[in-house]
């Protein structure tokens, strides 16, 4: 069973790194780049991993289009944010030598442990990722965008031990920004779809969201860092909806 690490990156000279260094053990290492300026390619190719340079046509078809660039048909998918930690490593090696021709399973999902705001969040809903991440190209392909998820024709194994260590955010304000991209990409999907936004959108989901993390999802344990993500996605809440129920009512010199 031979694996190939899967790298989706862009402007990650400052991560690209660590990340590499996390699946070096792995049989090949693939960075599908999109655009850097910055110099992660060369940091890349210098770490002795293969450098695909190409465009951007979306999350889900950028992983589909890296994972078939990839020598071998079982991917672990790995973001240049993220860290595959030792018991990950080691369930991985394991893996591989109980099943030398590859488990008989299409896909094996992995738990991912997310730390921003100077902590690692164990609560309101992001202390449990599970993400199916160890797949079978032949039998699996990813879906959607913004959120995408991957498809599986066949079985799920158990999840893997160890983690994804996850470091999505660099700032505060970087947080910030990319949940103003995330909101206007789910808006015009919304809007390409026919659907639009109510008063129920604009007022009540934001504050159910804010609830639903920092309370039911036990948030308020995280302190300081659960109450500013809960505020946090509420406000992409109410800018996802806003957006749409603005590309509604078309451009403003069509409004008057």
Do not use: C
Not at 3 to 14: G, M, T
């Amino acid at each position: 069973m031979r694996i190939s690490a899967v790298i989706l990156a862009k402007d990650e000279a400052d991560r690209i790194q660590s990340a590499l260094d996390s699946v070096a053990f792995l049989d090949e290492v693939l960075v599908v780049d999109s655009g850097s300026r910055d110099g992660t390619q060369d940091l890349a190719r210098r770490a002795g991993a293969k450098v695909v340079e190409t465009d951007w046509p979306g999350y889900a078809a950028q992983r589909n289009r890296a994972a078939g660039l990839a020598l071998h048909p079982w991917v672990l998918m790995v973001d240049a944010d993220e860290r595959v930690d030792a018991d990950l490593r080691a369930a991985l090696e394991a893996l591989r030598t109980r099943h030398p021709e590859g488990p008989s399973e299409a896909a094996f999902a992995v738990r991912r442990s997310v730390f921003t705001l100077g902590r690692w969040i164990r609560h309101g809903g992001w202390g449990k990722e599970r993400r199916l991440r160890l797949y079978d190209r032949r039998r699996a392909r990813w879906a959607g965008d913004v959120h995408e998820w991957l498809e599986v024709q066949g079985a799920e194994g158990p999840d893997l031990a160890g983690r994804l260590e996850h470091r999505p955010f660099r700032t505060v304000l970087d947080h910030w920004q990319r949940l103003g991209r995330y909101a206007e990409l789910a808006a015009q999907g919304m809007f390409a779809q026919g659907r639009r936004a109510g008063w129920v959108d604009l007022w009540l989901r934001p504050p159910v969201r804010f609830l639903k993390m920092y309370a039911l999802r036990l948030g308020f344990l995280d302190g300081a860092a659960g109450f500013t993500l809960a505020r946090f996605e509420a406000a992409y809440v109410l800018a996802k909806y806003a957006r749409l129920k603005e590309l509604r009512q078309g451009p403003p010199a069509e409004r008057g």
